[in-house]
């Protein structure tokens, strides 16, 4: 998909008497939006700032080398050491005459590896100076210039990493501003370069620093010839960018279990993660979990663990949870200074966390898919397939859509009632606005906001195709899925067990909204991934045969078709 961008001139930070300016200049392209206000703690938001820039630059993906031409290189190295080495001799040995044999002159070595260091401090400078000032590295690091919105109560910035692994959502309340003016609300793209992040490290405490998303931007209604302030951008996007979005948002909204972990606990996982490196399997992050007894944290496979005394578990029953991708949460240890404590919310071993860090009236929300190969926008992380496929009414849909328009933030309760829904039916209407880019789970704060991702509405060609699995799940109906045992226990979860396409014993557990929290199925889709790449189609059938769910009622691009139209 391609997204066309104009700017009038380029975000930067300025100096004045009065103190700091930071200027956001807008996407013109888009429905005005604009803010101004005087920060109250600049500090704060200056290293928010900066750890969400650690998040877009960052790709931790394995990049094999090509060795064809060092080993090409290397043979002509030889070869030109061979020869000088050659003539170097002759020449000595010439001029040596009878004293052939005569020892290396003292301290030769030593001058060669100061002169060798000298070299090389001077080589890694210079490429220390081209990744500084070469502009074109951060369009290649980034997909697209980072979403902002303003809301009433927040404003909040989101972004991809560069390996699209780890997605960051950085949250300001408005309190934390004075004086605000030119206030108006909305979603936009804003100007962001290398220059801007250097220029965000000059804030300081000491002088006041206003926070600008431009509005005098939208007063250019025309590109005048000459305008050299005025520039247009055309950006194609990954469709895998905009499936990250819709991905999040399911994996947000399902149960999560929430570990609180202090200030000193992130520090002291993440200074042993940046003084050791693993050499062997396994890798992961191990969460030990007792009701009212401290938290654990095992880091494999050293087996080192930090005990966090002071923040016990809140949960209801004991467990461990493994996750894995760790080195993605050294980008944190940029907020430790301002940190006042993080919330861990974890779907389960080998699912993706979210690491809410909370700092005063500034919260980042660090959404780390299962491992750092599995990222959130592939399709490799099927986990809106976890939710039921519910399909709302077109009342219930109206219903929702006249809601956000009356207020941009609910809670999921608050907008049952107001719809005279029941709660699962509005979360499936919810999962399928974040589908379209229309709604956003905000997790720091629990309720869900109008956010509209892209300038139009997308449908399902733009996201790409639905699931394989889903789509095979569909075509099991009828006698080709059998429920042999179906149960309730007391936590109100129904455990079921049936015979899929004749060959396939699955088994599912549903909780009280019917969202798959655990399952096991013989099939090698399941064997080699379980539920961290999404249910299979036997589980998915299962669940469709237990709530009369046809083929038609779970048709995701029929309902695409019918809402965009």
């Known amino acids: 998909m391609q997204l066309q961008t104009a700017y009038r001139g380029r975000s930067a930070v300025t100096q004045s008497a009065a103190g700091l300016a930071v200027a956001l200049a807008p996407n013109l392209r888009r429905d005005r939006v604009s803010y101004v206000g005087a920060l109250r703690h600049p500090l704060r938001f200056r290293e928010a700032m900066s750890a969400l ?15 064809k031409g060092y080993e090409e290189w290397k043979k002509q190295e030889a070869e030109f050491e061979r020869r000088i080495r050659t003539e ?39 490429g220390s100076m081209l990744l500084r000032e070469d502009p074109a590295l951060w369009r290649m690091l980034m997909p697209c210039d980072p979403v902002i919105t303003v809301s009433p109560d927040v404003l909040f910035f989101e972004c991809f990493s560069a390996d699209e692994s780890t997605y960051g959502c950085l949250n300001v309340e408005r309190d934390a501003f004075r004086h605000e003016t030119d206030v ?84 002291s996982l993440v200074a042993f993660l940046k003084r050791h490196k693993a050499k062997a399997s396994p890798r ?33 029953k004991k467990e461990t949870i493994r996750v894995w991708g760790r080195d993605r949460l050294r980008v944190l240890g940029r907020l430790l200074p301002v940190l006042d404590r993080v919330d861990v919310f974890l779907l389960g071993t080998g699912l993706p966390a979210f690491w809410v ?40 849909m109206r219903d929702i859509a006249a809601a956000f328009r009356a207020d941009p933030t609910w809670k999921l ?92 014993t699955a088994e599912l557990t549903l909780d009280g909204d019917d969202r798959i929290v655990g399952g096991k199925c013989g099939c090698s889709y399941f064997y080699t991934g379980g539920l961290r790449k999404g249910p299979c189609r036997h589980l998915q059938a299962l669940r469709n045969k237990l709530l009369g769910l046809g083929q038609e009622s779970v048709n995701l691009d029929n309902w695409f078709k019918r809402f965009t139209n």
């Open 53 to 67: 820039h650690d998040v877009v630059i960052s790709d931790l993906r394995f990049k094999p080398k090509d060795k």
């Open 88 to 126: 170097a001799v002759t020449l000595k040995r010439s001029q040596l005459g009878a004293e052939k044999n005569k020892p290396v002159p003292k301290g030769l070595e030593q001058r060669f590896e100061r002169c060798r260091k000298k070299y090389w401090d001077a080589r890694n400078k210079y």
């Open 184 to 267: 108006a609300l909305g979603t936009t793209n804003v100007d962001y370069s290398w220059r801007l992040y250097e220029h965000f490290q000059t804030i300081r405490s000491y002088r006041e620093t206003r926070f600008t998303i431009d509005p005098m931007g939208f007063e250019v209604k025309t590109n005048s010839e000459g305008d050299g302030n005025y520039r247009e951008e055309k950006i194609e996007l990954p469709q895998s960018w905009l499936r990250g979005f819709a991905t999040l948002q399911s994996a947000m909204s399902l149960p999560m279990k929430r570990v609180p972990v202090s200030r000193e606990g992130l520090y």
């Open 284 to 316: 992961a992050v191990r969460f030990e979990l007792e009701p009212g007894q401290p938290v654990r944290i095992v880091l494999e496979p050293w087996n080192t663990e930090i005990a966090l005394h002071d923040t016990p578990y809140p949960g209801p």
């Open 357 to 396: 860090c909370r700092m005063g009236e500034m919260q980042l929300t660090l959404g780390l898919s299962g491992w750092t190969t599995n990222d959130w926008t592939s399709g490799g992380s099927a986990l809106d397939q976890l939710v039921p496929p519910v399909e709302p009414s077109e009342g219930v």
């Open 413 to 504: 309760s608050a907008l049952a009632t107001r719809t005279k829904a029941d709660t699962a039916t509005v979360s499936a209407g919810l999962n399928k606005l974040a589908l379209l880019g229309q709604v956003i789970h905000d997790l720091p704060h629990g309720v869900y906001r109008w956010r509209q991702v892209m300038p139009v509405t997308l449908s399902a060609e733009v996201i790409g195709p639905e699931n394989e699995e889903t789509v095979a799940a569909r075509q099991l109906t009828g006698w080709k899925v059998r429920v042999t045992s179906e149960s309730t226990d007391a936590n109100g979860q129904r455990h079921v067990a049936g015979i899929v396409d004749g060959r396939s």
